[in-house]
């Protein structure tokens, strides 16, 4: 049980307030005027607060749909957070650096991003991805945030968009309630086992995340497989191609809507601060990486090995589906 929950007076009464406050038991709720006052004071510890847990009801005012970094990925886009911070706790996450606080904060005016997005889709005739995993999992809490429920339908009207649910989750009971779209991506970041075992705490095995690939699959959903982030330090070039090998032949080729590659990097600013959280983190502190162009970033010794990898890729998948990331 949460220790609190924290909610924005004006949306107290909203029926997904209503909601979220039958689903996550606390001792306490606590009105507050604005989530920032909490959620982005300084000097609070990221580690101490993912072990101890608070949650915080909003509604997000501004900044609704913001460009996707050219750092993280290398297709033009847009993404929006109904969620900051995940259940999941990789030790690689650039949330520990980013964020102040580990409080989960869900936003419920889900109307106002859609308005956002459709002013940002109606400017163009061209294909406009929409990314929704970039400061939580998409799926791992949908049963409390009924993103899905929403924001699916809510795509299958808009011609010229993509939306990417981007996770590591294996629910599909949600989802399968759902009439899927072709302009809806579940997008699964993939590892090895043996990677999965050390670094990304808390989300289920890989063999849980295939199966429900192949049942969503089955169900009609759009795949995408994301090989993201690359770590070779853990886990060796010959886990990654069995990796490729399983994932990419578990599901007929035409589910694949699209395969990416990323390799493993922080912004110099992130790296600092999460190794300041978590002196303990044996990830981060790898000699293999290190500071380059304001990045932290893997030296020549992984990248070309990352190389070989993305090539062997290619030769498993038709090329107009592959996005890479630099
Ligand atoms: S699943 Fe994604 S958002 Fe969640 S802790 Fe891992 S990297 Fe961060």
């Known amino acids: 049980m949460a220790k609190t929950i924290f909610v924005e007076n004006n949306i107290f009464e909203h029926s997904r307030t209503r909601k979220l406050l039958n689903i996550i038991k606390a001792r306490n709720i606590i009105k507050i005027n604005h989530y920032g006052e909490l959620f982005n004071r300084n000097r609070q510890n990221f580690r101490i607060q993912k072990d101890s847990l608070n949650y915080i009801i909003a509604a997000k005012k501004n900044n609704l749909v913001m460009p996707v970094p050219r750092s993280t990925t290398s297709v033009d886009g847009y993404y929006f957070s109904h969620m900051y911070n995940c259940i999941y706790d990789c030790d690689y996450c650039f949330l520990q650096g980013h964020f102040n606080s580990a409080y989960?904060?869900?936003?419920?005016?889900?109307?106002?991003?859609?308005e956002a997005i459709l002013n940002k889709s109606i400017k163009t005739?061209?294909?406009?991805?929409?990314?929704?995993g970039y400061d939580c999992d998409s799926l791992a809490s949908e049963k409390i945030t009924g993103f899905a429920e929403y924001f699916v339908p809510f795509f299958s009207k808009l011609k010229n968009c993509i939306l990417e649910i981007r996770t590591k989750?294996?629910?599909t009971t949600e989802?399968?309630?759902?009439?899927?779209?072709?302009?809806?991506?579940?997008?699964?970041?993939?590892?090895?086992?043996?990677?999965?075992?050390?670094?990304?705490?808390?989300?289920?095995?890989?063999?849980r995340r295939i199966k429900s690939i192949k049942t969503l699959s089955?169900?009609?959903?759009?795949?995408?497989?994301r090989f993201d982030p690359l770590i070779l330090t853990k886990a060796r070039k010959e886990d990654y191609l069995e990796l490729f090998d399983l994932a990419v032949n578990c599901i007929p080729k035409s589910s694949i809507h699209s395969v990416s590659l990323?390799?493993?990097?922080?912004?110099?600013?992130?790296?600092?601060?999460?190794?300041?959280?978590?002196?303990?983190?044996?990830?981060?502190?790898?000699?293999r990486y290190g500071y380059e162009k304001k990045m932290w970033q893997p030296h020549s010794e992984i990248r070309n090995i990352e190389v070989h990898l993305r090539e062997h890729l290619k030769k498993l998948i038709p090329q107009s589906s592959i996005f890479l990331s630099e």
């Open 104 to 114: 989960h904060v869900y936003f419920i005016n889900y109307e106002d991003f859609g």
């Open 125 to 132: 005739k061209t294909k406009l991805w929409f990314f929704s």
């Open 169 to 171: 989750s294996s629910r």
């Open 175 to 207: 989802l399968l309630k759902i009439k899927p779209n072709p302009n809806v991506v579940c997008a699964f970041s993939l590892n090895p086992q043996n990677l999965i075992n050390v670094f990304e705490k808390g989300t289920p095995s890989l063999s």
């Open 218 to 225: 089955e169900n009609g959903w759009k795949i995408g497989l």
């Open 262 to 287: 990323g390799t493993l990097r922080l912004s110099e600013s992130h790296h600092k601060k999460m190794i300041k959280n978590d002196r303990q983190n044996r990830l981060l502190l790898d000699n």
